[in-house]
């Protein structure tokens, strides 16, 4: 974008599902690993965790933590001769897919912990480790076409969310485009214990200074910012019933659970073992009551000069 002879085009790669498909697909991956992990993390249950001063993220970032991310692969607009970056990349798997596809587009991916393939990767990707958006993304104004970047709440604490978005309006050309995924915006369940569970997880997510429903408030956080809405979508999505997508998401919710095992039992008082036992319970429960969680996508476009500004 910000070419005018720019063609959208919408490109599904047969590895996972786009964000208008949430709902209806799921896929999971792996990746092998072989490269060594970058310095600054700190050992807790035999998992690796980041150690990076001015970080809230607390899931840990070794190759369990790759598989989990990956089953959030999701495909977004590509314009052929373009920059795209992926904030938040993870392992790069959505850039690597794209990347072996389509040759004429200059893919970005930054992280500040160092998951991605250092030296298996198609020459149009640049990846770059122990880069935090807090700091500002090291490119120059007006540099990308698109930006997306996803699931990243964890990693985001609740008052910086706007300058999050505000970086990645200075980065976007007039007329590009960001893209914004979270799930878990707000979870329904008819279970007791998983009720009371979501009540506690949100309360200790708050406490930590994260805002445990910003996927509700992605549409109003892209407009603040200037950017013009293009879609907004809100899906709810099942825990562990209705087919595979049901249990995909169940599984993930498990996985995450047990990855922030060291800091959330500790945050209700358990010993790790009740820990487990109590996570077991809980998630019988969101099954058992076809309880759901809300997924939110929301994508917006920076104005080109002759457009207005929609933070007017």
Not at 3 to 28: F, Y
Not at 63 to 70: A, L, P
């Amino acid at each position: 974008m910000g070419q005018e002879n720019s063609k959208l085009r919408r490109k599904v790669p047969d590895t996972g599902p786009s964000s208008q498909q949430i709902m209806s697909n799921a896929t999971a991956g792996t990746m092998s690993t072989g490269s060594a992990m970058q310095p600054n993390f700190k050992w807790m249950e035999g998992r690796k965790y980041q150690d990076v001063e001015g970080a809230p993220y607390f899931l840990p970032s070794d190759e369990q933590e790759m598989d989990r991310n990956i089953m959030s692969n999701a495909s977004s607009c590509i314009y052929d001769g373009s920059y795209i970056l992926d904030v938040g990349c993870g392992p790069g798997t959505w850039i690597l897919d794209l990347a072996t596809e389509h040759p004429e587009v200059k893919f970005f991916g930054v992280d500040i912990a160092r998951m991605f393939p250092a030296d298996i990767k198609p020459p149009n990707i640049m990846f770059m480790s122990q880069v935090n958006i807090l700091d500002g993304l090291p490119f120059e104004t007006g540099k990308f076409d698109f930006v997306q970047m996803r699931q990243m709440n964890l990693a985001i604490l609740k008052e910086d969310w706007p300058h999050v978005i505000s970086e990645i309006y200075r980065v976007l050309k007039p007329g590009g485009y960001i893209q914004l995924l979270e799930i878990g915006g707000k979870y329904v369940t008819k279970d007791p214990e998983a009720k009371n569970f979501v009540r506690k997880a949100e309360a200790f997510v708050a406490a930590r200074g994260q805002d445990p429903h910003a996927a509700t408030k992605l549409a109003s956080l892209i407009k603040k910012a200037g950017f013009q809405l293009i879609q907004h979508e809100a899906r709810s999505i099942p825990l562990g019933w209705n087919g595979p997508l049901g249990d995909v998401m169940l599984d993930d919710l498990r996985q995450s659970t047990i990855a922030s095992k060291p800091t959330l039992a500790a945050a209700l008082g358990m010993e790790s073992l009740d820990f487990d036992k109590y996570i077991d319970d809980v998630l019988d429960g969101f099954k058992k009551s076809e309880s759901f969680v809300n997924g939110c996508v929301a994508v917006g476009q920076k104005p080109n000069e002759s457009q207005p500004d929609e933070s007017q």
